[in-house]
């Protein structure tokens, strides 16, 4: 009898120049749609007298100023990826069935390879290279 578990999934994808122009264009727009918040932010902060409501406003503020800096950096991370080298997109949430024997060690270490919106590799378990 198998038990399913919820477990992350690393996403990486193979650097190509489709990949760092669609994902480069998807960060700037967000990147805009973000500037346009932090201004309604500022506007917002201007007249609230309230400390719990200027409270509120600084904290998302400073929030969307976090959000705009890690974008930042993976548009830089994005260009510094070489063609052809594999890029650390993020991690999805996946079902997997774990049985009595099985090297627990392994739960973590999934990772799906994507090339050109293509599935091109599932790694289940851990990379030699990682023990080290």
């Known amino acids: 009898m198998g038990l399913l578990i919820k477990s992350p999934v690393r996403v990486k994808v193979v650097m190509t120049p489709s990949f760092r122009d669609r994902r480069t264009t998807e960060i700037r727009a967000a990147l805009a749609r973000l500037e346009v918040v932090g201004r309604q932010l500022v506007q917002k902060l201007e007249p609230a007298q309230d400390a719990v409501v200027r409270g509120q406003l600084e904290g998302q503020l400073r929030k969307n100023e976090q959000t705009k800096d890690a974008l930042?950096?993976?548009?830089?991370?994005?260009?510094?990826?070489?063609?052809?080298?594999?890029?650390?997109w993020g991690i999805l949430?996946?079902?997997?069935?774990?049985?009595?024997?099985?090297?627990?060690?392994?739960l973590g270490a999934c990772e799906i390879v994507v090339k050109d919106n293509k599935i091109i590799e599932i790694r289940d378990g851990l990379n030699p290279d990682d023990l080290e």
């Not at 930042?72 to 650390?88: F, P, Q």
């Open 72 to 88: 930042k950096r993976e548009v830089n991370g994005i260009a510094e990826c070489a063609d052809g080298n594999e890029y650390d």
């Open 93 to 106: 949430e996946g079902t997997l069935e774990v049985n009595v024997g099985d090297d627990f060690s392994r």
